[in-house]
């Protein structure tokens, strides 16, 4: 059981370009959500999905793009990365009850130059 | 709309001792689910203990705890008998028992715990 897996583990990017950070769970998990950490900021929310096809914006969501095709997978596009987004991402993943437990992912170090 | 509040960006216990660790959090729900995740060097997030508001026994977890105070919107972690492997960032979350936009976890800034041989 893989749990929650994120791709890549680390990425260097150039200011103005794109990529996709990618998630997918295994655990038949409806809610599916991306964090972006800060230092001294802690967690905050980027984009969440509660199943396939439904997405909606978290507290920090500029710059950032999301689908879900399928239960499985949540990827995160950055359109045209900024210094700005240089974090580590999670994405996390729980049922879709009440107070359920999300689980995250190992988390992808970003560094935009 | 909620707010977690972790007062202790630095904290530090001797090893096999017992530290507390502090989070506010606030709420106009009566209804709704905490937990403390630990974040060690790797940087993988690891939920350490869950406590439902709507019980009111402590949640404990070997040698982690928590004080869970509703009226007061308190709800500290201790750890007994600290080890070397407890050395990590510590978060506190809120998460709504509602669905949707409410149902994501809402954090702490943290605490960075070191433990001293």
């Known amino acids: 059981n893989a749990g929650v897996t994120?791709?890549?583990k680390f990425q260097v990017l150039k200011t103005g370009q794109s990529m996709t950070l990618q998630c997918a769970q295994d655990m038949n998990h409806e809610y599916m959500s991306w964090y972006r950490q800060d230092p001294g900021m802690g967690l905050r929310l980027i984009h969440y999905?509660?199943?396939?096809g439904i997405t909606d914006q978290g507290e920090v969501p500029n710059g950032y793009n999301v689908s879900r095709s399928t239960t499985e997978d949540?990827?995160?596009?950055?359109?045209?990365?900024?210094?700005?987004?240089?974090?580590?991402?999670?994405?996390?993943?729980?049922?879709?009850?009440?107070g359920e437990t999300q689980y995250f992912g190992p988390g992808t170090r970003l560094l935009v130059l | 709309a909620q707010t977690v509040t972790q007062s202790q960006p630095e904290m530090s216990v001797q090893e096999a001792e017992t530290v507390t660790l502090s989070c506010t959090y606030d709420t106009s729900e009566s209804d709704y689910y905490?937990?403390?995740y630990k974040q060690p060097p790797s940087r993988q997030m690891i939920l350490v203990i869950r406590q439902e508001a709507y019980k009111q026994q402590n949640a404990t977890e070997n040698r982690f705890s928590v004080?869970?105070?509703?009226?007061?919107?308190?709800?500290?972690?201790?750890?007994?008998d600290s080890q070397?492997?407890?050395?990590?960032?510590?978060?506190?979350a809120y998460r709504s028992s509602y669905g949707g936009s409410q149902g994501n976890l809402i954090f702490g800034k943290g605490t960075k715990l070191s433990v001293k041989p």
């Open chain 2, 84 to 92: 070397l492997g407890d050395a990590a960032m510590y978060f506190c």
């Open chain 1, 74 to 98: 949540f990827p995160l596009r950055l359109l045209s990365a900024a210094p700005s987004q240089t974090s580590v991402y999670f994405c996390a993943s729980s049922g879709d009850r009440a």
């Open chain 1, 6 to 8: 994120q791709t890549p």
């Open chain 2, 34 to 36: 905490l937990f403390w």
């Open chain 2, 67 to 80: 004080n869970f105070q509703k009226a007061a919107k308190s709800f500290s972690l201790k750890i007994s």
């Open chain 1, 49 to 52: 999905s509660v199943g396939a």
